[in-house]
């Protein structure tokens, strides 16, 4: 079955430490999204690619970072400049962007030791 | 800034009734919204687009509406089953072409 798999469910960072979250799909989509969700507040936009080795800033781009190197693959670094990175991270596709419903993986939880 | 409000953040229902969730936005006028279901700990899910020339969208129990005057989107359930528990998410585009989504309204189908 097509879809969208983000890795690992449950992930631990140190102070200080990088982690990396790994977001796969299978759809031959060509665009890909990065958000963020914390409780009480809406789904925001970290970083969008629309094809390949391109991708820009969403709303919230600041301690974050992504390689869009394949099609299939997105993933997202959460830097130690990211002060507050305790959050349920959420990787969507969509055909294009524009009115192409989004396709989303179940996510990664993120928490600091 | 572009603002959604989604009526409440928790809705309680009696099953076999009709759920109505509400969606309002300000300092924009969307050519399309979307809505979406989330189950706790899990992505969305997409579940209708609505585009701003269309007064009503159905899909089997579920049925959306959209009047661009009043700058609202209805979101109804039909039949409420326990099964329907969920936070369900509207989502308007920006003008960057990406989607803006509201914070969500809980529903809980009580049997």
């Known amino acids: ?113 | 800034s572009q603002k959604i409000e989604q009526n409440s953040e928790a809705l309680n229902i009696q099953e076999g009734k009709t759920a109505t969730l509400t969606c309002n936005y300000t300092n924009y006028s969307p050519a399309y919204l979307q809505w979406y279901r989330q189950d706790p700990g899990r992505g969305p899910v997409f579940l209708l687009l609505i585009r701003e020339n269309e007064k009503e969208k159905r899909k089997e129990r579920l049925k959306v509406t959209f009047d661009t005057t009043l700058k609202q989107s209805l979101f109804h359930i039909t039949a409420s089953q326990p099964a329907d528990s969920a936070t369900y998410l509207c989502a308007l585009p920006t003008g960057a072409n990406n989607l803006f989504f509201g914070t969500g309204t809980r529903l809980t189908v009580i049997p």
Not at chain 1, 36 to 42: A, H, L, S, V
Not at chain 1, 80 to 86: C, G, H, M, V
């Open chain 1, 1 to 113: 079955d097509g879809g969208i798999t983000q890795s690992p469910k449950y992930l631990f960072r140190k102070e200080g430490q990088n982690v990396t979250l790994s977001c796969e799909q299978n759809l031959n989509h060509d665009a890909m999204y990065w958000y963020r969700q914390d409780p009480g507040q809406g789904l925001r936009l970290i970083y969008y690619s629309q094809i390949v080795n391109d991708f820009q800033k969403g709303d919230i781009a600041e301690g974050y970072s992504v390689s869009r190197e394949k099609k299939e693959s997105f993933p997202l670094t959460v830097t130690s400049a990211q002060k507050n990175p305790t959050a349920f991270y959420l990787c969507a596709s969509s055909l294009d962007r524009g009115s192409q419903p989004q396709h989303f993986g179940d996510g990664t939880r993120l928490s600091i030791l």
